[in-house]
T-cell receptor, first 114, second 115 residues
Framework: EAGVTQFPSHSVIEKGQTVTLRCDPISGHDNLYWYRRVMGKEIKFLLHFVKESKQDESGMPNNRFLAERTGGTYSTLKVQPAELEDSGVYFC????????????FGQGTRLTVV | AQSVTQLGSHVSVSEGALVLLRCNYSSSVPPYLFWYVQYPNQGLQLLLKYTTGATLVKGINGFEAEFKKSETSFHLTKPSAHMSDAAEYFCAVNAGGTSYGKLTFGQGTILTVHP
């Protein structure tokens, strides 16, 4: 069974540009989470989807970030326009619906804004 | 609100020595606690978790952790370090969501194992 897959693994963009990160969860997992780790800091929760609905987006830093999960399968996280402070590693995780189940993490996307 | 503090951003041990990675948490509700490991160029992998019941939890690769409510701690130990244990370790607490996935993480501890 394939794990959580994230694309791209690395992205370097200029300030002001747009970047879209993609996450493919484990098949059948209704819960999908986005996290971010800024260099030197802890991993922080961004948002949580249950199927295609945003359950909790309390961690989204500002309106330059837009997450979608059309059809309840893969998810995208768009940053527009990117700022220097957006640099970091973006992790995606997924888990099954129903009660307390383990969250499986992807390898992350390392975003560098220059 | 929950928070997690990992004491020591870097820990270095010799192969065969005891590994002790410290984690303290704060939580307004009974916590679910986790340790994750990240090997180079890989994603986060769950080592072990505490939810309810036995306070000494055993995980993969010989690691274990003990939940101590009175000390608000969840330290990770392994009796004998192996070179393959070199990685970054994260302690996390469930942030009160409806599944394990919404977590509050500590800052991570990089474990180095010397021959």
């Amino acid at each position: 069974e394939a794990g959580v897959t994230q694309f791209p693994s690395h992205s370097v963009i200029e300030k002001g540009q747009t970047v879209t990160l993609r996450c493919d969860p484990i098949s059948g997992h209704d819960n999908l989470y986005w996290y971010r780790r800024v260099m030197g800091k802890e991993i922080k929760f961004l948002l949580h989807f249950v199927k295609e609905s945003k359950q909790d987006e309390s961690g989204m830093p500002n309106n330059r970030f837009l997450a979608e999960r059309t059809g309840g399968t893969y998810s995208t996280l768009k940053v527009q326009p990117a700022e220097l402070e957006d640099s970091g590693v973006y992790f995606c995780a997924s888990s099954q619906e129903g009660g307390y189940t383990e969250a499986f993490f992807g390898q992350g996307t390392r975003l560098t804004v220059v | 609100a929950q928070s997690v503090t990992q004491l020591g951003s870097h820990v270095s041990v010799s192969e065969g020595a005891l590994v002790l990675l410290r984690c303290n948490y704060s939580s307004s509700v009974p916590p679910y606690l986790f340790w994750y490991v990240q090997y180079p160029n890989q994603g986060l992998q769950l080592l072990l978790k505490y939810t309810t019941g036995a306070t000494l939890v055993k995980g993969i690769n010989g690691f274990e952790a003990e939940f101590k409510k009175s000390e608000t701690s969840f330290h990770l130990t392994k009796p004998s370090a192996h070179m393959s244990d070199a990685a970054e370790y994260f302690c996390a607490v469930n942030a009160g969501g409806t599944s394990y996935g919404k977590l509050t993480f500590g800052q991570g501890t990089i474990l180095t194992v010397h021959p």
